[in-house]
């Protein structure tokens, strides 16, 4: 990320000695900003004097200053063997965080801690040891995502902060400029734009910024365009005029009958000394994200939020407080419609310098930070995020190794692999039994399918074959009840747990599973009697055993499935006691049985008891228990059909 969105405030004062037209030169090299040509003097010093501790330091405060941490390394460690202080061990332990040598930067940030009283400075090792220790344990926020370089849009330069807005891809680059920033030693930034849908740019249609016209000897960086399209606002700053704006700060254009306005200098700003840069709207329209080293703030650079005033212009900036903002520096702010807020940050716990985070509320309501991961961050700067299709593509910029350029402009994509289907279908065979007792298909069947939420989920007709079909889901429970007139209804519970493989071992986007089962439907004829099998009583009892009750709640699901029909519940003896005897007995029994299907729900006007005694024998001359046992029975038979 380019050194425009760093304060160039000068450190100090170099007191130089011997050489000292060369040190001279590079002095005032430094001291107006020109960290490039700095570099370039003071390491011709050190060729003639490896020794000179004053041209290490003026090197590493050089890369230091003009964001390129990792490579003044050499000389912190240089600076720190002979004249050991809070600030050069300070900065040795960043530097080696950005080449993630995570022990060397613990080591450079504990001997920092000792070389100070000062409870801020003490505040800001702590947080960097912290942020050492958690970066171990960083997760990626979107598994799966895949971040690609887009190299047709980018050059050997800087290219980076892309946005869309009504199909058309703005962006920052250096590609056109005819003159260097003194600072970095590469072009001046400007605007341009490209035609674009989503993430598919037109890299052969891209042109300076049309709206207005770039200015040369300047940066001008980060775009922001309010939702409606009618307002730009971006960062402008280090030129080389003295009679020019001393800082970076936002400078706004509007669209007014034609065509945009020049760009004018925002009251936002507030003070032409502040700098104030990476601009971004909210959905809405209504707030302007930017930021800031305005005092009042917790570090380096930090977030603001500005609210829309009646005159169109942004104002009352209030700083977006201590869960966002660090003793480092935040930028590149972006609001999402879910109340999500994007940024970049290096005093977050990162994997280098500015990585990519996202604040959100937690479930208790708390606002909490997340680094994005692995697969949006690295060693290096990665900032200015923007989606195309929330949250599933758009584009972030960096200067990672293996890049085409400095900066470069990377889009991603949601690449999770789609979930393996399984359809289950299954078909409902409808059948009935013949007197002979052969099982027939039974067609024209009203068959219906409920969920485990007890949803009707489908229901058809069997067909002359008797087959309904229904797509079910894996691991689901269902229930389904068939019923034709002249039948009784029948339910049933339905599973499709344990019947279907594993989609992770599936290969195929789409896996159909068969499955078949079969309900088989009882003719319903008025008086026909029906023998409950299994219900059997003490001798000389009428009580309902655990056994009989077993047998009797199928009959009290019959009579659910079934509730326009009433019964006669009729219980026989065998012919070894006397009339009389039997007769009563089998009386209780019947109204025991009777008892129990109240007990279970069922309405006792549906329900008659009968005790037949001996009278109705099906053995009449019974001579072993077998036969005895066949007599000793417990039937019901439908005595009433409501409706009909």
Request: one cysteine or more.
């Amino acid at each position: 990320m380019k050194p425009i969105f760093f304060n160039l405030a000068l450190c100090f004062l170099l007191l130089l000695g011997g050489c000292k037209s060369l040190l001279e030169k590079g002095n005032e090299q430094f001291l107006s900003g020109q960290y490039q040509l700095a570099i370039g003097t003071f390491k011709q010093v050190l060729a003639k004097d490896s020794s000179n501790l004053r041209a290490r330091q003026v090197l590493a405060e050089s890369y230091r200053l003009s964001n390129r941490i990792e490579a003044s390394s050499p000389h912190y460690e240089a600076l720190v063997a002979v004249e050991p202080t809070f600030d050069s061990y300070f900065h040795l332990g960043q530097s080696h965080k950005a080449n993630q040598q995570v022990e060397a930067a613990k080591k450079a940030f504990e001997q920092a801690a000792l070389l100070t009283s000062d409870d801020r400075l003490l505040a800001r090792v702590k947080q960097e040891l912290r942020s050492l220790e958690l970066a171990a344990s960083i997760v990626e926020y979107f598994p799966n995502y895949q971040l690609v370089n887009y190299r047709e849009l980018n050059t050997a330069g800087a290219d980076y902060a892309p946005i869309l807005s009504e199909e058309f891809l703005y962006f920052t680059s250096g590609r056109a400029s005819s003159s260097l920033y003194a600072a970095t030693g590469t072009p001046y930034h400007q605007l341009f734009r490209t035609r674009a849908e989503g993430l598919k740019v037109d890299a052969g249609s891209i042109q300076p910024l049309p709206e207005f016209r770039n200015e040369e000897g300047l940066n001008q960086a980060a775009l922001a365009i309010s939702p409606d399209g009618n307002t730009l606002i971006y960062a402008r700053g280090n030129s080389t005029s003295s009679k020019d704006y001393p800082e970076t700060t936002l400078f706004a254009s509007y669209f007014r009958g034609a065509g945009f306005t020049q760009p004018i200098w925002l009251p936002l700003n507030e003070e032409d000394s502040w700098w104030n840069s990476t601009p971004a709207f909210s959905v809405d329209g209504t707030e302007l994200y930017f930021a800031s080293t305005r005092p009042g703030g917790f570090g380096g650079i930090d977030l603001y939020k500005a609210t829309k005033l009646a005159n169109g212009d942004f104002g009352n900036a209030v700083n977006l407080g201590p869960t966002i903002n660090t003793a480092g520096n935040e930028l590149f702010p972006r609001a999402t419609k879910d109340g999500k807020f994007f940024f970049a940050s290096d005093g977050h716990p990162g994997l280098g310098k500015l990585d990519l985070f996202v604040a959100e509320k937690n479930s208790d309501g708390i606002q909490v930070v997340s680094n994005l991961g692995k697969n949006f961050n690295s060693n290096g700067d990665d900032f200015g995020i923007f989606f195309t299709e929330y949250p599933k593509a758009g584009f972030i910029s960096s200067n990672r190794e293996g890049g085409k350029g400095d900066d470069d402009i990377y889009f991603f994509e949601d690449k999770t692999p789609k979930p393996k289907v399984v359809n289950v279908l299954l078909n409902v065979y409808t059948k009935t039994t013949k007197e002979s007792g052969e099982a027939v298909v039974l067609p024209q069947t009203r068959v219906v399918l409920y969920g485990g939420d007890k949803k009707q989920l489908g229901g058809d007709v069997s067909n002359a074959q008797g087959r309904v079909r229904f797509t079910l889901s894996p691991e689901s429970e269902y229930s389904i009840i068939a019923s034709r007139s002249g039948y009784f209804s029948k339910s049933f519970p339905y599973t499709t747990k344990g019947k279907t493989p594993d989609p992770a071992t599936l290969i195929q986007e789409v896996t159909n599973i068969n499955l078949d089962t079969t309900i088989v439907l009882d003719q319903l004829i008025l008086e026909k009697a029906i023998v409950l099998e299994n219900i059997y009583y003490d001798l000389a009892k009428a009580e309902i055993r655990p056994d009989a009750a077993l047998e009797l709640d199928k009959l009290v699901k019959i009579l659910k499935d079934n509730p326009a029909i009433r019964i006669e519940l009729s219980s026989h003896t065998d012919s070894r006691s006397g009339d009389e005897y039997n007769l009563t007995l089998s009386q209780q029994r019947a109204q025991s049985a009777v008892d129990y299907l109240v007990s279970q729900g069922i309405a006792a006007d549906r329900l008659v008891a009968k005790g037949y005694g001996e009278t109705q024998l099906r053995i009449q001359k019974a001579q072993t228990e077998e036969e005895h046992q066949t007599n000793r029975r417990t039937e019901f038979k439908v005595i009433e059909i409501k409706g009909n």
